[in-house]
């Protein structure tokens, strides 16, 4: 835990701050998936209490996969650390702070856990595909996952050029452990999406 607090410090994602009023429990967990994998978790349960969550809620991803059942050509990738590319208002800042045997640490960015972490950073996506006309179109976003799809080849590349060129005019960068470049049957938040339609992945059953 202390070289990856010290990993934020000087990526400036996190800063030390001994003299905050607010210090949520940080602890090692599990990595769901990888065995002998550790990632640290901060318990964010007593500050999320205090906090008015925003006034919006996810949307229904089985309603949202309508628009890309029956479409043949498809990508699917994921962000990388996402919630930390999303800056944190100042005043925010102190009360998502967290407690170590190295000290307390405040974020600068958003952290999983709290209250409004993926309902912000799905708006977030939205509202920039929203501007690029490519919502709900060609882009289907769930929290931090992404799906692209489209109808015929010639139409497919130009929104993938669309997407990476609005991902990078946002500041947003993907991850290379998840990504799928080309297919027409889609593994994607626990469906499987294909030319005739959508169905649940018996995988994940």
């Keep these: 835990m202390k070289q990856f607090n010290e990993s934020l410090v000087a990526l400036g994602w996190v800063y030390r701050n001994e003299s905050s009023r607010w210090a949520s429990p940080a602890r090692l967990v599990k990595k769901p998936g990888k065995a002998g994998e550790l990632r640290q978790a901060v318990d964010l349960h007593r500050a999320n209490q205090q906090i008015i969550p925003l006034?919006?809620?996810?949307?229904?991803?089985?309603?949202?996969?309508?628009h890309a059942k029956n479409k043949k050509h498809k990508q699917t990738v994921d962000f990388i650390k996402s919630f930390w590319q999303m800056a944190l208002a100042a005043g925010s800042q102190e009360s998502q702070s967290y407690m170590t045997e190295d000290g307390i640490f405040t974020p600068t960015r958003l952290q999983q856990g709290s209250v409004d972490s993926s309902i912000h950073f799905q708006q977030f996506v939205e509202k920039i595909m929203r501007e690029a006309d490519l919502l709900y179109k060609n882009v289907l976003p769930w929290v931090d996952d992404l799906l692209m799809y489209a109808d015929t080849i010639d139409e497919f590349l130009p929104v993938l050029d669309r997407v990476y060129s609005t991902l990078a005019d946002n500041g947003l960068?993907?991850?290379?452990?998840?990504?799928?470049?080309?297919?027409?049957?889609?593994?994607?938040?626990?469906?499987?999406?294909?030319?005739?339609?959508?169905?649940?992945?018996?995988?994940?059953?």
């Design 173 to 205: 960068y993907l991850g290379l452990d998840k990504i799928c470049l080309y297919t027409q049957n889609a593994k994607w938040c626990g469906r499987v999406i294909t030319p005739d339609g959508v169905a649940y992945d018996p995988a994940k059953i």
């Design 55 to 66: 006034a919006g809620s996810m949307p229904s991803l089985s309603t949202r996969l309508q």
